[in-house]
């Protein structure tokens, strides 16, 4: 089994394309009155006009990305003002962030195999290998 797409919920279109497209990098292919189909890398992200109400809590969207490219994103979201909603502190470089709609999301460098060799390092509280 694999994500085949995620879905976000967007009150102006036009606003959440500039940002997805212009601001994060990612392909815009096709739009229309109520939706827009991009990719970041492989992913499959789809755009739905509607009222959005995004979670309050921990639940967030991460997307991978070099160091270098980071970087210049993280940069490049200050810059357009964007909102931190969290400071990183965990194995590998993050920015979290949300979207026009209030949708949490991350950047993130790093994987679940550097992520699971910080752990054997320095494991989380009931930690259960499996």
Same mark, same amino acid.
């Given at each position: 089994?694999?994500?085949?797409?995620?879905?976000?919920?967007?009150?102006?279109?036009?606003?959440?394309?500039?940002?997805?497209?212009?601001?994060?990098?990612?392909?815009?292919?096709?739009?229309?009155?109520?939706?827009?189909?991009?990719?970041?890398?492989?992913?499959?992200?789809?755009?739905?006009?509607?009222?959005?109400?995004?979670?309050?809590?921990?639940?967030?969207?991460?997307?991978?990305?070099? +160091?270098?490219?980071?970087?210049? *994103?993280? /940069?490049? &979201?200050?810059?357009?003002?964007?909102?931190?909603? %969290?400071?990183?502190?965990?194995?590998?470089?993050?920015?979290?962030?949300?979207?026009?709609?209030?949708?949490?999301? +991350?950047?993130?460098?790093?994987? *679940?195999? /550097?992520? &699971?060799?910080?752990?054997?390092?320095?494991?989380? %509280?009931?930690?259960?290998?499996?």
């Amino acid at each position: 089994m694999d994500i085949n797409h995620i879905t976000f919920s967007v009150a102006d279109l036009s606003a959440s394309i500039a940002f997805y497209r212009d601001l994060l990098g990612m392909r815009l292919h096709v739009f229309w009155d109520t939706g827009a189909y991009l990719t970041a890398g492989e992913t499959w992200i789809c755009l739905s006009v509607g009222v959005p109400q995004p979670a309050n809590d921990y639940s967030h969207v991460a997307f991978s990305i070099g +160091e270098e490219e980071l970087y210049e *994103l993280r /940069t490049k &979201l200050r810059n357009a003002g964007i909102t931190e909603w %969290k400071q990183n502190s965990s194995e590998g470089d993050s920015i979290y962030f949300l979207d026009p709609n209030g949708h949490r999301l +991350e950047l993130h460098c790093g994987t *679940l195999v /550097t992520r &699971l060799a910080e752990l054997e390092k320095l494991p989380y %509280k009931g930690l259960v290998w499996c």
